[in-house]
Structure formats: structure tokens, C-alpha cells
């Protein structure tokens, strides 16, 4: 057994959400509402004077990609949300797990912490699907 330091996120997994090609900075909310930021443990008080500092390395708005446990509550979600407005120019976009499909410039393991491993379909998945097809052309042909 191999000790993995830090703490386990259960990401939300979505399909077809766009990335960002603007600066960002990554906050994660684990299940109990407990904020990390730069893998560290934080407290809201110093994360807004950390979010307020970094908003002011760029000239253009910061989007914070929140990576949120899936039993993450709505009000831990939107104290994030308004933690980052009263720090600065922020974009908040939810991160997500495996299935995510990154926007333009980015990179899936750039906006996730979850590999994308896809599960070959099983044998039988494949003749079923082919007979279906094969169905459907010969319904076509006889009409």
C-alpha cells in the first residue's frame, strides 16, 4: 500500500463543457467545505487576500476553476462564489471530472485532476449495436 498524500475530491463528471483560454487559478472544495488553494489548506479570510493578489498580477479577468467534492453543498458554492467577487475580476467555472472536454488552448489535464481512461465496449455490445444497424438498413431497403 503507497501513502498518497492530500486529500480525496470526488469530481462531478459532465461531458461537452467548454474550457478557457484566460489566466486561471484553481480552488478545491472538499466534501466537509474545507478550502485548499495551491494544495494547501486555507482559510476563506486568507484565500480572499490571496485571490485579491493574484487578480492583480493580470490585467484581464482571472477565471477560478472551482473543483468541488460531488457532495459539495450549494451554499459552500456560493460562499466560494462571493469570497472571489469581493476579491477581484473573477470567471468561475466548475471543474469536473473524467469525460470533461477542455476549451481552446487548454488540455484536459490542465482544467482536471482525473485521467480520462475509456472502457472498451464488450463483444457483446458490439454485435448488438451492429445487428441494430444492420435492422435498420433492411427496413429501409424493403420500404
Not at 21 to 28: G, L
Not at 48 to 55: D, H, M, S
Not at 97 to 106: E, F, L, N, S, V
Request: hydrophobic content about 45%.
Amino acid at each position: 500500500m503507497v501513502y498518497t498524500p492530500g486529500v480525496r475530491v470526488q469530481l462531478p463528471v459532465a461531458n461537452g463543457l467548454p474550457g478557457t483560454d484566460r489566466p486561471t487559478v484553481a480552488v478545491t472544495i472538499a466534501k466537509g467545505g474545507q478550502l485548499y488553494f495551491q494544495n494547501q489548506v486555507i482559510e476563506a479570510k486568507e484565500l480572499r487576500g490571496r485571490l485579491a493578489a493574484a487578480a492583480k498580477t493580470t490585467a484581464e479577468p482571472l477565471t477560478l476553476i472551482v473543483l468541488m467534492d460531488a457532495e459539495v453543498t450549494g451554499q459552500m458554492l456560493m460562499n466560494l462564489s462571493l469570497l472571489a467577487r469581493d476579491a477581484g475580476d473573477y470567471r468561475t467555472v466548475m471543474g469536473c471530472g473524467a469525460g470533461h472536454a477542455p476549451g481552446p488552448g487548454r488540455t484536459l489535464d490542465q482544467m482536471t485532476a482525473a485521467p480520462v481512461e475509456r472502457e472498451a465496449w464488450p463483444r457483446r455490445r458490439w454485435w448488438l449495436t451492429l445487428l441494430l444497424v444492420f435492422t435498420g438498413q433492411l427496413a429501409f431497403i424493403s420500404v
